[in-house]
């Protein structure tokens, strides 16, 4: 007989090296419940005050999940970097389970392969989206930066000098430069959604979507 799974957001995070605890942080300061699984005892003594769950457990056996209450959930992360085998015995357990979503931290393209094969729902490389994010951000004048799959992306950027005082049905940026403007904020305002009357403050910043080039084109306009 299947546990009954939680539906109040809680997430298992298994593996506790720095994506893994800062995933956990994170998840935590959101207000949902995390259970925080590692091997290495030292780990779980050291994290044992910051999370709601931290517990000493082989994460490769279903039956120690299982004792665990992680069927219940309906989200894991495998954060485990460091070991392989370990993420894809682990990734395994979880499919035994059933859980609905299993999220799992890949490094390389050949683990990313394994780990969709044995049953992970969405695959990450969170060093290496962090190292694209933070090279477009070097090289152009993004504040943010989000990057999807077929060449998308949404930004934030400063209101470029050329156009300040100008409206968005005026400058009809979706046809000049292939960009949607979708939001904006003037100095010492909120974010607003942006529609044809919103004018482009001095010193004020925007949330574009769009193609990557035409976002960091309309970026670097003087």
Not at 63 to 89: D, N, T
């Amino acid at each position: 007989m299947s546990a009954r799974r939680s539906d109040d957001g809680g997430v298992v995070v298994i593996g506790l090296g720095r994506f893994g605890c800062h995933l956990a942080g994170s998840l935590t300061r959101m207000g949902r419940e995390v259970l925080a699984v590692d091997r290495n005892g030292s780990q779980v003594q050291r994290f044992s005050a910051q999370f709601d769950r931290v517990v000493q457990a082989d994460a490769t056996e279903d039956g120690a999940l299982r004792q665990l209450g992680v069927a219940s959930f309906e989200r894991a992360v495998v954060a485990i970097g460091a070991s392989v085998e370990a993420s894809v015995l682990t990734v395994l357990a979880l499919t035994e389970l059933g859980l609905p979503q299993i999220w799992a931290r890949a490094t390389s393209q050949k683990h990313a392969k394994i780990l969709s094969s044995v049953g992970a729902h969405h695959v990450i490389f969170p060093e290496a989206e962090t190292g694209d994010r933070v090279a477009h951000l070097i090289v152009s004048r993004l504040l943010d930066f989000i990057e999807f799959d077929d060449d998308f992306a949404i930004a934030t950027i400063r209101v470029p000098e050329s156009l300040v005082g100008r409206t968005l049905l005026d400058l009809r940026p979706d046809e000049r430069y292939g960009v949607r403007v979708i939001g904006a904020k003037a100095p010492g305002e909120r974010f607003r959604y942006a529609s044809d009357d919103t004018a482009l403050a001095q010193g004020g910043v925007l949330v574009v979507e769009g193609g990557i080039d035409q976002v960091q084109r309309f970026a670097g306009r003087r």
